[in-house]
T-cell receptor, first 114, second 113 residues
Framework: GAGVSQSPSNKVTEKGKDVELRCDPI?????LYWYRQSLGQGLEFLIY????????KSGLPSDRFSAERTGGSVSTLTIQRTQQEDSAVYLC????????????FGPGTRLTVL | KNQVEQSPQSLIILEGKNCTLQ??????????LRWYKQDTGRGPVSLTI?????NTKSNGRYTATLDADTKQSSLHITASQLSDSASYIC????????????FGKGTTLSVSS
Protein backbone atom coordinates (compact mmCIF):
# COMPACT_ATOMS: atom_id res chain seq x y z
CA GLY A 1 0.00 0.00 0.00
CA ALA A 2 0.94 3.67 -0.16
CA GLY A 3 3.41 4.95 2.38
CA VAL A 4 3.66 8.34 4.03
CA SER A 5 3.85 11.12 1.48
CA GLN A 6 5.03 14.68 1.95
CA SER A 7 4.87 17.76 -0.21
CA PRO A 8 6.62 19.67 -1.48
CA SER A 9 9.83 17.66 -1.64
CA ASN A 10 11.84 20.87 -1.76
CA LYS A 11 10.94 24.41 -0.75
CA VAL A 12 13.08 27.49 -1.12
CA THR A 13 11.77 30.65 0.50
CA GLU A 14 12.94 34.07 1.52
CA LYS A 15 13.50 35.04 5.11
CA GLY A 16 10.33 36.39 6.67
CA LYS A 17 7.93 34.45 4.46
CA ASP A 18 5.47 31.86 5.73
CA VAL A 19 5.61 28.24 4.52
CA GLU A 20 3.26 25.29 4.73
CA LEU A 21 4.45 21.69 4.61
CA ARG A 22 2.01 18.85 4.04
CA CYS A 23 1.97 15.27 5.25
CA ASP A 24 -0.33 12.45 4.15
CA PRO A 25 0.02 9.56 6.65
CA ILE A 26 -0.64 5.90 5.98
CA UNK A 27 -4.37 5.28 5.94
CA UNK A 28 -5.63 4.09 9.30
CA UNK A 29 -2.62 5.28 11.30
CA UNK A 30 -3.85 7.25 14.29
CA UNK A 31 -0.52 8.71 15.35
CA LEU A 32 1.34 11.36 13.34
CA TYR A 33 4.65 12.98 14.14
CA TRP A 34 6.64 15.87 12.76
CA TYR A 35 10.43 15.95 13.10
CA ARG A 36 13.15 18.31 12.00
CA GLN A 37 16.53 17.06 10.81
CA SER A 38 19.21 19.71 10.59
CA LEU A 39 22.52 19.11 8.85
CA GLY A 40 24.74 16.91 11.03
CA GLN A 41 22.11 16.64 13.75
CA GLY A 42 19.76 13.91 14.90
CA LEU A 43 16.05 14.07 14.36
CA GLU A 44 14.37 16.62 16.59
CA PHE A 45 10.80 15.94 17.69
CA LEU A 46 8.42 18.81 16.94
CA ILE A 47 4.81 17.78 17.45
CA TYR A 48 2.66 14.68 17.82
CA UNK A 49 -1.00 13.99 17.04
CA UNK A 50 -2.91 10.98 18.38
CA UNK A 51 -6.47 10.54 17.21
CA UNK A 52 -8.72 13.28 18.51
CA UNK A 53 -6.57 14.05 21.54
CA UNK A 54 -4.90 17.41 22.04
CA UNK A 55 -1.55 17.40 20.22
CA UNK A 56 1.74 17.17 22.07
CA LYS A 57 3.45 20.40 21.07
CA SER A 58 6.36 20.10 23.48
CA GLY A 59 8.96 20.01 20.71
CA LEU A 60 7.97 23.12 18.79
CA PRO A 61 10.96 25.50 18.97
CA SER A 62 8.99 28.75 18.90
CA ASP A 63 5.53 30.18 18.44
CA ARG A 64 6.31 30.66 14.76
CA PHE A 65 5.75 26.93 14.36
CA SER A 66 2.29 25.40 14.36
CA ALA A 67 0.63 22.30 12.98
CA GLU A 68 -2.85 21.04 12.30
CA ARG A 69 -4.28 17.65 11.53
CA THR A 70 -7.64 17.83 9.84
CA GLY A 71 -10.06 14.94 10.01
CA GLY A 72 -7.50 12.78 11.73
CA SER A 73 -5.57 12.32 8.51
CA VAL A 74 -3.64 14.97 6.57
CA SER A 75 -1.40 17.29 8.58
CA THR A 76 0.07 20.68 7.77
CA LEU A 77 3.12 22.16 9.48
CA THR A 78 3.23 25.94 9.20
CA ILE A 79 6.30 28.07 9.84
CA GLN A 80 5.62 31.79 10.02
CA ARG A 81 8.19 34.50 9.38
CA THR A 82 10.84 31.96 8.43
CA GLN A 83 14.42 32.43 9.60
CA GLN A 84 17.61 31.01 8.10
CA GLU A 85 17.99 28.66 11.06
CA ASP A 86 14.71 27.04 10.05
CA SER A 87 16.50 25.51 7.06
CA ALA A 88 16.35 21.74 7.53
CA VAL A 89 14.62 18.59 6.35
CA TYR A 90 11.18 18.25 7.89
CA LEU A 91 10.11 14.63 8.26
CA CYS A 92 6.64 13.32 8.95
CA UNK A 93 5.96 9.86 10.35
CA UNK A 94 2.85 7.90 11.21
CA UNK A 95 2.11 4.81 13.27
CA UNK A 96 -0.83 2.85 14.62
CA UNK A 97 -0.30 4.47 17.99
CA UNK A 98 2.40 6.18 19.99
CA UNK A 99 5.67 4.89 21.27
CA UNK A 100 5.75 1.14 20.97
CA UNK A 101 4.76 0.85 17.38
CA UNK A 102 7.02 1.32 14.41
CA UNK A 103 6.92 4.74 12.86
CA UNK A 104 6.84 4.90 9.08
CA PHE A 105 8.58 7.95 7.72
CA GLY A 106 7.86 10.04 4.68
CA PRO A 107 10.64 11.23 2.37
CA GLY A 108 10.75 14.66 3.98
CA THR A 109 10.57 18.23 2.78
CA ARG A 110 13.87 20.04 2.40
CA LEU A 111 13.33 23.65 3.41
CA THR A 112 15.88 26.29 2.49
CA VAL A 113 15.45 29.81 3.83
CA LEU A 114 17.54 32.36 1.99
CA LYS B 1 19.18 14.05 30.52
CA ASN B 2 17.99 11.43 28.05
CA GLN B 3 20.62 11.03 25.35
CA VAL B 4 21.59 8.63 22.59
CA GLU B 5 25.20 8.69 21.44
CA GLN B 6 26.39 6.89 18.32
CA SER B 7 29.85 6.03 17.10
CA PRO B 8 31.65 6.31 14.86
CA GLN B 9 30.22 9.44 13.28
CA SER B 10 31.21 8.11 9.86
CA LEU B 11 32.76 4.97 8.46
CA ILE B 12 34.17 3.89 5.11
CA ILE B 13 34.55 0.19 4.30
CA LEU B 14 35.17 -1.96 1.26
CA GLU B 15 32.38 -3.96 -0.28
CA GLY B 16 32.15 -7.41 1.24
CA LYS B 17 33.64 -6.42 4.58
CA ASN B 18 31.81 -6.50 7.91
CA CYS B 19 31.33 -3.55 10.23
CA THR B 20 29.85 -2.75 13.62
CA LEU B 21 28.12 0.46 14.65
CA GLN B 22 27.74 1.45 18.30
CA UNK B 23 24.96 3.11 20.25
CA UNK B 24 25.12 4.15 23.93
CA UNK B 25 22.10 5.62 25.66
CA UNK B 26 21.18 7.18 28.97
CA UNK B 27 17.42 7.04 28.46
CA UNK B 28 15.42 6.06 31.51
CA UNK B 29 13.02 4.44 31.83
CA UNK B 30 13.65 2.28 28.80
CA UNK B 31 10.97 0.83 26.55
CA UNK B 32 12.67 -0.30 23.36
CA LEU B 33 15.53 0.43 20.99
CA ARG B 34 15.33 0.59 17.21
CA TRP B 35 17.87 0.85 14.44
CA TYR B 36 16.82 2.76 11.35
CA LYS B 37 18.50 3.01 7.94
CA GLN B 38 18.18 6.31 6.16
CA ASP B 39 19.19 6.52 2.53
CA THR B 40 20.17 9.93 1.19
CA GLY B 41 17.08 11.99 0.48
CA ARG B 42 14.74 9.44 2.01
CA GLY B 43 13.00 8.98 5.32
CA PRO B 44 14.34 6.47 7.88
CA VAL B 45 13.27 2.84 7.54
CA SER B 46 13.18 0.49 10.52
CA LEU B 47 15.69 -2.38 10.56
CA THR B 48 15.18 -3.90 14.01
CA ILE B 49 13.42 -3.25 17.29
CA UNK B 50 14.46 -4.74 20.63
CA UNK B 51 12.81 -4.63 24.03
CA UNK B 52 14.49 -4.90 27.41
CA UNK B 53 14.52 -8.69 27.45
CA UNK B 54 15.97 -9.18 23.97
CA ASN B 55 19.72 -9.48 23.51
CA THR B 56 20.00 -9.97 19.79
CA LYS B 57 17.85 -9.70 16.70
CA SER B 58 18.67 -10.25 13.06
CA ASN B 59 17.24 -8.91 9.83
CA GLY B 60 19.07 -10.46 6.91
CA ARG B 61 22.66 -9.25 6.98
CA TYR B 62 21.89 -6.88 9.86
CA THR B 63 22.25 -8.11 13.45
CA ALA B 64 21.50 -5.87 16.40
CA THR B 65 22.54 -6.55 19.98
CA LEU B 66 21.34 -4.96 23.20
CA ASP B 67 22.91 -4.91 26.65
CA ALA B 68 20.32 -3.24 28.85
CA ASP B 69 22.63 -3.36 31.87
CA THR B 70 25.36 -1.29 30.24
CA LYS B 71 22.85 0.57 28.05
CA GLN B 72 24.68 -0.27 24.88
CA SER B 73 23.57 -1.52 21.50
CA SER B 74 25.41 -2.45 18.36
CA LEU B 75 24.43 -3.01 14.75
CA HIS B 76 26.58 -5.50 12.85
CA ILE B 77 26.48 -5.55 9.07
CA THR B 78 27.79 -8.68 7.41
CA ALA B 79 29.22 -8.90 3.88
CA SER B 80 28.48 -5.26 3.14
CA GLN B 81 27.02 -4.19 -0.18
CA LEU B 82 27.13 -0.87 -1.99
CA SER B 83 23.45 -0.43 -1.17
CA ASP B 84 24.30 -0.44 2.53
CA SER B 85 25.71 3.06 2.10
CA ALA B 86 23.39 5.16 4.26
CA SER B 87 22.98 6.76 7.65
CA TYR B 88 22.15 4.36 10.48
CA ILE B 89 20.18 5.87 13.32
CA CYS B 90 19.73 4.46 16.80
CA UNK B 91 16.44 5.42 18.46
CA UNK B 92 15.43 4.76 22.06
CA UNK B 93 11.86 4.90 23.28
CA UNK B 94 11.17 6.11 26.80
CA UNK B 95 8.06 5.36 28.80
CA UNK B 96 7.88 8.94 29.95
CA UNK B 97 5.19 11.21 28.62
CA UNK B 98 6.32 13.91 26.26
CA UNK B 99 8.82 13.29 23.49
CA UNK B 100 8.07 9.91 22.00
CA UNK B 101 11.52 8.86 20.87
CA UNK B 102 15.10 9.97 21.44
CA PHE B 103 17.19 9.86 18.28
CA GLY B 104 20.93 9.50 17.92
CA LYS B 105 22.71 11.63 15.33
CA GLY B 106 23.47 8.59 13.23
CA THR B 107 26.51 6.93 11.71
CA THR B 108 27.15 7.58 8.03
CA LEU B 109 28.37 4.42 6.35
CA SER B 110 30.01 4.48 2.93
CA VAL B 111 30.65 1.18 1.19
CA SER B 112 33.06 1.40 -1.71
CA SER B 113 33.93 -1.10 -4.43
Amino acid sequence: GAGVSQSPSNKVTEKGKDVELRCDPISGHTALYWYRQSLGQGLEFLIYFQGNSAPDKSGLPSDRFSAERTGGSVSTLTIQRTQQEDSAVYLCASSWRRGENEQFFGPGTRLTVL
Amino acid sequence: KNQVEQSPQSLIILEGKNCTLQCNYTVSPFSNLRWYKQDTGRGPVSLTIMTFSENTKSNGRYTATLDADTKQSSLHITASQLSDSASYICVVSSNQAGTALIFGKGTTLSVSS
